[in-house]
C-alpha cells in the first residue's frame, strides 16, 4: 500500500524558515517524480515544485521560485521542502504527492494528507 | 500559464442523479488533463487521467471525456460519499495547473 506522511508544519514568522519532510513507502521511490501541492484557507489546490525520480530535474511554481528549495533522499524514500523567506501567503496546507511518471508529463496518482503552514506574526 | 476554467462553481444534485463537470483549458493540452475529488479533511484523489481513462478503483460510473481545450466529467449516479469538490487538472506544460473547482453539494 502506497504510503505518504508528511511531516514539519507549524506556525512560523514572515520572513522565517520551514522544512517540510513527506515519508514514502509502498512504491519504488526512485521510479516516480514527486511534487507538493499546497492549498490555502477557502482556496483551491496550487502546484508548487517537483523533482524528478533522480532529483537532478525540478521545477517551481513562480509564486515560490527562489524562496523554495524541493529536493529529495532517496536512500531513504523521503521528498523535502525546504521554505525560506516565508510570506503570509504561503500559509496552506502543504500535500506530498506522487506523480505517475519518472518526470515529465504524468497525474497525481497518490496524495499524502497534508501538514499546515501557518505564516503570522 | 495554462488557466483551467471549470464549470458551474457549483452544482446541486440528489443523491443517484448524474452530474456533469466541466473544464476548459486556455491552450490545446491534447489529452494531458487529470480530474481529482476532494472532500475537506482528506487527501485528494485522483479520478480520471488521460482525460478518459478511470484511476485505479474508480468505479464505472465516473467517466470522463474530451481533449484539446474541452473537457467534461460525468458521475453517472452520484452516491453520498461523492460530494465535495472536483478539481481538474492539466499536466501539458509548466506550471502544472488546476482549475478553481466545482463544488458538488447535495440537493
Known amino acids: 500500500e502506497v504510503q505518504l506522511l508528511e511531516s514539519g508544519g507549524g506556525l512560523v514568522q514572515p520572513g522565517g524558515s520551514l522544512r517540510l519532510s513527506c515519508a514514502s513507502s509502498?512504491?519504488?521511490?526512485?521510479?516516480?517524480?514527486m511534487n507538493w501541492v499546497r492549498q490555502a484557507p477557502g482556496k483551491g489546490l496550487e502546484w508548487v515544485s517537483v523533482?524528478?525520480?533522480?532529483?537532478?530535474?525540478?521545477?517551481?511554481a513562480d509564486s515560490v521560485k527562489g524562496r523554495f528549495t524541493i529536493s529529495r533522499d532517496n536512500s531513504n524514500n523521503t521528498l523535502y521542502l525546504q521554505m525560506d523567506n516565508l510570506r503570509a501567503e504561503d500559509t496552506a496546507i502543504y500535500y506530498c504527492?506522487?506523480?505517475?511518471?519518472?518526470f515529465g508529463s504524468g497525474a497525481f496518482d497518490m496524495w499524502g494528507q497534508g501538514t499546515m503552514v501557518t505564516v503570522s506574526s | 500559464e495554462m488557466v483551467l476554467t471549470q464549470s458551474p462553481a457549483t452544482l446541486s444534485v440528489s443523491p443517484g442523479e448524474r452530474a456533469t463537470l466541466s473544464c476548459r483549458a486556455s491552450?490545446?493540452?491534447?489529452?494531458?488533463l487529470a480530474w481529482y475529488h476532494h472532500k475537506p479533511g482528506q487527501a485528494p484523489r485522483l479520478l480520471i487521467y488521460?482525460?478518459?481513462t478511470r484511476a485505479t478503483g474508480i468505479p464505472a460510473r465516473f467517466s470522463g471525456t474530451g481533449s484539446g481545450t474541452e473537457f467534461t466529467l460525468t458521475i453517472s449516479s452520484l452516491q453520498s460519499e461523492e460530494f465535495g469538490v472536483y478539481y481538474c487538472?492539466?499536466?501539458?506544460?509548466?506550471?502544472?495547473?488546476f482549475g478553481q473547482g466545482t463544488k458538488v453539494e447535495i440537493k
Open positions: 504527492v506522487k506523480d505517475s511518471v519518472w
Open positions: 509502498g512504491f519504488t521511490f526512485t521510479n516516480y517524480a
Open positions: 523533482t524528478s525520480g533522480s532529483g537532478f530535474n525540478t521545477h517551481d
Open positions: 491552450r490545446n493540452i491534447n489529452s494531458h
Open positions: 488521460g482525460a478518459s
Open positions: 487538472q492539466q499536466y501539458y506544460d509548466w506550471p502544472r495547473t
